[in-house]
């Protein structure tokens, strides 16, 4: 009986064929296995024990460490590589306005460091009008935020009634340029005492100074944050800090600086 020597080799073929396979998935479910089993043993050592050596929080006056550890879920039995640090971090940035940074450092496997950074206020937030105490302050990046404690002694921004930047968000127009009016007489103008900054007023904005005296100032590029901007605002604060100090106008209460270059007293208080 003769056998057909194509056919047999065919089968051989397929039979090799078929052992690499099964050879091949032998492989990688012994892989898959393995990984398991590595990831397992990964996991366990990212777990926290003992929060007070494993978690290291630096908070600050505004945040507490313990309201941080618990919108992160730093608890003893938490897995530190099951938390979505990136996601946790954006939630927080997000829920509280007065974190102006958040680093969070693992350090593998089982021990992360979280650093705060507050935003520091440099003035209060008011509405032209209102009687109700607002708690809102603002930093120089213009961001708006609730808090109280020892602000008593910053200078205050009146806002207009329909134009209120609610917490969280940021100032602009006057509002804007009245925060860079006070930071740059907090600098360079400090004999003026500027105590406030209305900027509810579409053409200028009304400050209340330490001599009891009250200056409408305008500048050129107000609303703009610019360079140009800032040049215009410090030659008018210049010239008023200057006509101030030469006791010109004796007894006047109101200063108009609203003219490029000029400044002078205004005896017309109906505007204001």
Same mark, same amino acid.
């Given at each position: 009986m003769k056998v057909n020597r194509i056919d047999s080799?065919?089968?051989?073929? =397929? +039979?090799? =064929?078929i052992v690499k396979a099964l050879v091949i998935l032998a492989l990688l479910v012994g892989l898959?296995? &393995?990984?398991?089993?590595i990831r397992a043993l990964w996991l366990d050592q990212c777990v926290i024990t003992d929060v007070s050596r494993q978690v290291s929080i630096t908070d600050g006056k505004m945040v507490r460490a313990d *309201? @941080? &550890?618990? +919108?992160?879920?730093?608890?003893?039995?938490? *897995?530190? /590589?099951? @938390?979505?640090? /990136?996601?946790?971090?954006?939630?927080?940035?997000? =829920?509280?306005p007065? #974190?102006?940074?958040?680093? @969070?450092?693992?350090? #593998?496997?089982?021990r992360v460091t979280i650093t705060t950074e507050e935003r520091i206020p440099i003035a209060r937030m008011d509405t032209k009008g209102s009687r109700?105490?607002?708690?809102?302050?603002?930093?120089?990046?213009?961001?708006? !935020?609730? !808090?109280r404690r020892g602000t008593q002694t910053l200078p205050v921004i009146r806002e207009a009634p329909s134009a209120v930047t609610a917490s969280g968000n940021r100032i602009s127009g006057h509002t804007l340029a009245a925060?860079? #009016?006070l930071e740059l007489c907090s600098d360079r103008f400090s004999e003026l005492g500027v105590?406030?900054?209305? &900027?509810?007023?579409p053409d200028f904005i009304v400050l209340t100074l330490g001599n009891y005296s009250t200056a409408v100032i305008a500048w050129e590029g107000m609303d703009e944050e610019t360079t140009a901007s800032r040049r215009n605002l410090t030659k008018q604060l210049e010239h008023l800090a200057k006509v101030i100090a030469s006791n010109v106008g004796t007894g006047t209460t109101i200063w108009?600086?609203?003219?490029?270059?000029?400044? !002078? /007293?205004d005896p017309q208080k109906g505007f204001l």
């Open positions: 080799s065919e089968r051989r073929q =397929r +039979i090799g =064929r898959v296995f &393995a990984y398991a089993k *309201n @941080i &550890a618990s +919108i992160l879920t730093l608890t003893n039995g938490a *897995n530190l /590589a099951k @938390i979505d640090f /990136a996601k946790k971090r954006k939630e927080l940035l997000e =829920r509280f007065h #974190l102006r940074n958040l680093v @969070i450092v693992r350090h #593998l496997p089982d109700a105490a607002s708690k809102r302050v603002v930093d120089t990046e213009g961001v708006v !935020f609730d !808090f925060l860079r #009016l105590q406030e900054a209305d &900027a509810s007023k108009n600086a609203t003219q490029p270059g000029r400044v !002078f /007293a």
